[in-house]
């Protein structure tokens, strides 16, 4: 059983509205989670990392939240744009996982339209 | 700064073929490397860690094995090509536990 869930499995926006996608773990004990923006035929890239104690993080446009009470954590897209469109990918560490394993979900396909 | 380079991009093969990809990073040393596959819709699949030089861990029992030759080279092999191998491979590189994994572009592998 996959312990990363993500929702919506794809959307789609309007250039230059906001978005929110949802990160759901089971992954105990937890270390870190991390938002990864993969585009098409790429590698994925980090966007942001947050450890236990923090609950939000911003990069740019993009703004992570995070709530280890309850497991879950959301990637807001701020007035999105064309280049935004792209895969994104939730991924938990173990608190275990001495080498760094990660826990990965199956990612949001974000599409952006004019 | 650090970098790290996959090849090829792409790569045809037919079934029963051998199969071997390279991954290559700069500008550190010692790092964790990582081999994934990542099918359709799915997430990324851990196939291969390694701490150092011949140093490899298999997460899943498959038709594929991995070899660390120097410390910044990993490399991804088969003997005998499946249709199952058919997916998208990434190689990924970390430096202490905990930071980020950074990820090469990738290789996109067709078996016909």
């Known amino acids: 059983k996959n312990q990363v869930e993500q929702s919506p499995q794809s959307l789609i926006i309007l250039e230059g509205k906001n978005c929110t996608l949802q990160?759901?773990?089971?992954?105990?004990?937890?270390?870190?989670l991390r938002w990864y923006k993969q585009d098409t035929g790429r590698g994925p890239v980090s966007l942001t990392i947050?450890?236990?104690?923090?609950n939000t993080k911003s990069n740019g446009r993009y703004t992570a939240t995070l709530d280890a009470d309850t497991k879950q954590s959301s990637l807001h897209i701020t007035a999105s744009q064309l280049s935004d469109s792209a895969s994104y990918i939730c991924?938990?560490?173990?608190?275990?996982?001495?080498?760094?394993?990660?826990?990965f979900g199956a990612g949001t396909q974000v599409v952006v339209t004019p | 700064s650090q970098t790290i380079h996959q090849w090829p991009a792409t790569l045809v093969q037919p079934v029963g073929s051998p199969l071997s990809l390279e991954c290559t990073v700069e500008?550190?040393?010692?790092?964790?490397l990582y081999w994934y596959r990542q099918a359709a819709g799915r997430g990324l699949q851990l196939l291969f860690y390694?701490?150092?030089?011949?140093?490899i861990s298999s997460e899943v029992p498959q038709n594929l094995s991995a070899s660390r030759p120097q410390d910044r080279q990993f490399i991804l092999s088969s003997k005998k090509l499946l249709l199952s191998d058919s997916g998208f491979y990434l190689c990924?590189?970390?430096?202490?536990?905990?930071?980020?994994?950074?990820f090469g572009d990738g290789t996109r592998l067709s078996i016909l």
């Open positions: 500008g550190t040393s010692n790092p964790n």
């Open positions: 990160c759901n773990y089971t992954v105990s004990p937890f270390s870190n």
């Open positions: 390694s701490v150092g030089i011949g140093q």
């Open positions: 991924v938990v560490t173990g608190a275990t996982d001495s080498w760094g394993k990660l826990q």
């Open positions: 990924a590189w970390s430096g202490r536990v905990g930071q980020p994994q950074h």
């Open positions: 947050m450890t236990f104690s923090e």
